[in-house]
């Protein structure tokens, strides 16, 4: 599962990619014989094991940006790609920088998946009460099932931070599986509410060959990370700056 948040020309930042690197890796997935794949296509394979494709791809963006329109989304028509957008809810029709409801349509129409991000994108092991917490997710549910005409059942965690508490209230709100920004693959064993993705970044050289290698080596480059930070935890961190992630 791969994991973008904006595309554009302007933004020179960790969570943009240019166009041209954008099309590079979707060029790339096209030539190499990927088929993108819906979120209840994963989850019925983790959960049911049902076949997917054998290069199966989830293309994910976060937040979503006004760019995924006017630059990401023609490309992804042009190699035949689809991908889901994790919306906050609050944030559509709101800011110049983030989708409207029109434009949201007319991708659905053009096989883009949309669901959710929250209310305000407030990160939900920050919530003050418990209530704030429901109202996060519960609310942003009722209002993109009411725009969007169907039923929302994944969520993207923003900046990717949960706990058990998090996973719980998710649960009840009616989500059937949440995404994390863990580095790493999902399979049958994985938890349908802490489920990995791969991000790829940008704003700097190389983001072809950081992409190819997150995509190739994932696993590797999980075990490298969560090494990392178990040196890091434990007080050694010039062992822990030798080790290199992409």
């Not at 959710?116 to 109202?135: I, Y």
């Not at 923003?158 to 920004?181: E, L, S």
């Not at 802490?194 to 480059?221: A, E």
């Amino acid at each position: 599962m791969l994991n973008y948040h904006q595309i554009n020309d302007q933004d020179h930042n960790s969570l943009t990619l240019s166009s041209s690197e954008f099309e590079a890796q979707m060029k790339y997935l096209a030539k190499e014989g990927y088929t993108s794949i819906t979120p209840d296509e994963l989850a019925d394979y983790l959960q049911y094991n049902k076949e997917v494709p054998a290069k199966s791809i989830l293309i994910t963006f976060d937040d979503g940006y006004k760019d995924n329109y006017i630059n990401a989304y023609p490309i992804l028509q042009k190699y035949h790609l689809s991908a889901t957008i994790f919306l906050i809810s609050d944030f559509v029709n709101t800011y110049d920088r983030y989708l409207t409801w029109d434009e949201i349509h007319e991708m659905e129409q053009g096989g883009i998946n949309f669901e959710g991000h929250t209310m305000s994108h407030l990160v939900l092991t920050q919530a003050v009460s418990d209530a704030e917490l429901q109202d996060q997710l519960e609310k942003s549910k009722q209002a993109l099932e009411w725009r969007l005409g169907k039923k929302i059942q994944y969520l993207a965690y923003p900046c990717g931070f949960y706990n058990q508490h998090v996973i719980d209230f998710t649960k009840a709100a009616g989500y059937r599986a949440a995404f994390t920004i863990n580095l790493g693959r999902d399979t049958t064993s994985s938890t349908l509410y802490s489920l990995n993705r791969i991000p790829v970044f940008g704003g700097g050289t190389h983001t072809f060959m950081h992409f190819w290698l997150r995509l190739k080596f994932t696993q590797i480059f999980d075990s490298l990370q969560n090494l990392k930070a178990f040196l890091l935890k434990t007080g050694k961190p010039s062992l822990a700056q030798l080790i290199y992630i992409p």
